[in-house]
């Protein structure tokens, strides 16, 4: 019994070589991360120096839009005591909006404003300044003079609307409170909807939300006559997979019953698609047409 256990064990000379040079490939690649440090040390960065030439190359390039150095945290402090004197708030100097008692944070604010292509056209406009406190306002408001540079505003009229369903991106940014990149949303968004039903759906373009709405609802009107609608017993897969009420297995699933039971001719058709709920199929009813 031990004898077999013994040949069952043993191992031949070769066997044992390769064992040994096994084992000391093992060593050497447990032991090659601790000496590749030893000889090969990592440099510290001098994260001062690079500071310093980032200010220097900041400099040369005759520094960035607010006036003051990035690397340094803004401060709040304001002069203890302002002095006051008439001014146009279009690019005025740092110095002087700090003469009027505003601290750094505020002025890089409204430097930032002005390099976005921000412009103060009355003095409310200093106002709506979110850097600028109500106490701030009351003490600099009676020294703004803005003079006509013959700027004219682009914005509607009081009174004034726009009809969504027919206005392209640039009518749209006539709205107060919308942009190039919104006006573009809304063209898009209303392209992929067939036009808007009700001024509710606004909120459904990506980043209207309840305040922005509110301050642009009564800017515009909504003329239904517009609505581009979906033949559905036309409309193939691509077609009904842009319209944004309807998710890609939804769609798949009207292009499927059409094919297995032809024509649909009327919205109680598809109500015998079993993931079309009453909620969808009101939403989609007033888009769609069947002849």
């Known amino acids: 019994m031990i004898s077999r256990i ?97 601290s750094e944070r505020q002025i890089a604010t409204i430097k930032h404003f002005e390099s976005k292509g921000g412009h103060f056209n009355r003095k409310e406009d200093v106002q709506k300044m979110y850097s600028i406190t109500a106490d701030d306002y009351k003490r600099i408001a009676p020294y703004i003079n803005i003079p006509d540079e013959g700027y004219t505003s682009n914005k509607l009229a009081a009174g004034e609307t726009i009809e969504l369903n027919t206005a392209d991106s640039a009518m749209l940014t006539r709205i107060h409170g919308i942009g190039p990149a919104f006006a573009a949303r809304i063209v898009e968004y209303r392209q992929r909807l067939g036009g808007f039903l009700n001024k509710d759906q606004l909120k459904e373009v990506y980043g209207i939300d309840t305040a922005k709405f509110a301050g642009i609802k009564n800017q515009v009107t909504i003329n239904t006559t517009y609505i581009t609608k979906i033949k559905i017993n036309e409309v193939d897969f691509e077609g009904l997979r842009k319209f944004p009420y309807l998710t890609n297995k939804q769609t798949n699933a009207i292009i499927q019953y059409r094919t297995q039971h032809g024509s649909y001719t009327g919205i109680a058709d598809m109500k015998n698609i079993a993931i079309l709920d009453d909620i969808i199929l009101r939403k989609i009813e007033p888009y769609i047409v069947f002849k």
């Not at 440090?37 to 190359?57: P, S």
């Not at 945290?73 to 002069?79: F, Q, W």
């Open 6 to 102: 013994k040949n069952y064990l043993s191992i031949t000379k070769k066997e044992w070589n390769g064992m040994v040079i096994l084992i000391i490939v093992i060593a050497l690649i447990l032991a090659a991360p601790y000496i590749y440090e030893h000889f090969h040390q990592d440099k510290v960065i001098d994260f001062k120096g690079f500071g310093k030439d980032t200010t220097l190359l900041k400099q040369a390039k005759g520094g960035d839009a607010t006036g003051y150095d990035s690397s340094e945290p803004l401060s709040d402090d304001k002069i203890a005591k302002p002095i006051l004197f008439v001014f146009n708030p279009n690019n005025l100097p740092a110095e002087q909006w700090k003469q009027l008692g505003l």
